[in-house]
């Protein structure tokens, strides 16, 4: 069975009225290659007529973001003309590639209305071969996501790669699997994952015992490649953020929106941004 190497607490980083936890980077963990951030959204309860969540247009290139969304809803609005907006249980998958514009805020009816929001962003790297790749976006509600029971009392949301049986929603460009699992109090499961790849754990909410550790909410366990086993037992109810990945094994150049593989291809991104090479925005 593989090793917990470190466990990670996340820590307290709010934006305007959001409440957000991030969980990587921090002073303990720059990144598992290939995930790069993950921001911790909530849970809080907005009032009605609220101003939603604070993530007007702003670009991106060399990666992609993967956004949970367990309670509330984003509107997604790109550059490159997609527009939607995915409400609790689904997930958005955009793939910056090349470049583009994005914004992520609430719909209108849930700044009128209000209610709980709990939101999960992870930033997922591209390998070289794909950073200058045409943008994506795909939005999926939660009756798209692939569900399966893996074993008594846990539930897997497959959004790429394979789970047990069940493959994910989403065919990403690189090999990355990733899925949420909900797990009722006393639950196990054992997860086979190959010792080679990098895996990325956080705890959502609950705790669990992994491979006889100990992890707890808002927890990233980060692991060693001694093993091809994970033995999760659930010792409250809780919910998992999990996935894993063959570690790409390239420099991480990385500069406010932007994750490249060179300090000149920074300076490129920057310059092409703002020479109007990522889009028009239309507000």
Do not use: C
Not at 53 to 70: A, K, M, S
Request: charged share 20%.
């Amino acid at each position: 069975m593989r090793t917990v190497f470190k466990k990670h607490r996340a820590v307290n980083a709010p934006i305007a009225d959001l409440v957000t936890y991030r969980a990587i980077p921090t002073q303990s963990v720059e990144y598992i290659d290939p995930f790069l951030f993950l921001n911790h959204h909530g849970p809080q309860v907005y009032r009605p007529n609220n101003r939603g969540l604070p993530f007007g247009p702003h670009p991106h290139r060399g990666f992609e973001t993967v956004t949970f969304i367990l309670e509330g809803d984003i509107l997604h609005k790109d550059s490159s003309g997609h527009e939607s907006v995915i409400e609790a249980g689904g997930i958005q998958w955009m793939t910056a590639g090349a470049g583009l514009i994005h914004a992520e805020v609430s719909s209108d009816n849930f700044k009128k209305t209000g209610g709980p929001l709990e939101i999960l962003q992870l930033w997922v790297n591209l390998p070289a071969k794909y950073k200058m790749t045409e943008p994506r976006y795909i939005g999926l509600q939660a009756n798209e996501i692939p569900t399966a029971t893996l074993a008594d009392g846990v539930t897997v949301h497959a959004v790429s790669g394979d789970w047990s049986d069940t493959a994910g929603a989403v065919q990403p460009l690189a090999d990355v699997a990733l899925a949420w699992l909900d797990l009722a109090a006393a639950a196990t499961v054992m997860l086979p994952i190959a010792a080679s790849r990098s895996i990325f754990f956080y705890v959502v909410r609950g705790s669990v015992r992994v491979n006889g550790t100990e992890v707890f909410t808002r927890e990233l366990a980060e692991f060693d490649h001694d093993g091809d086993e994970l033995a999760i037992e659930a010792l409250t109810d809780s919910v998992l953020l999990i996935g894993h990945a063959e570690p790409f094994g390239e420099s991480v150049v990385s500069a406010g929106p932007f994750v490249m593989n060179t300090e000149a291809e920074i300076e490129q991104a920057y310059a092409d941004y703002q020479q109007g090479k990522f889009g028009r925005w239309n507000g």
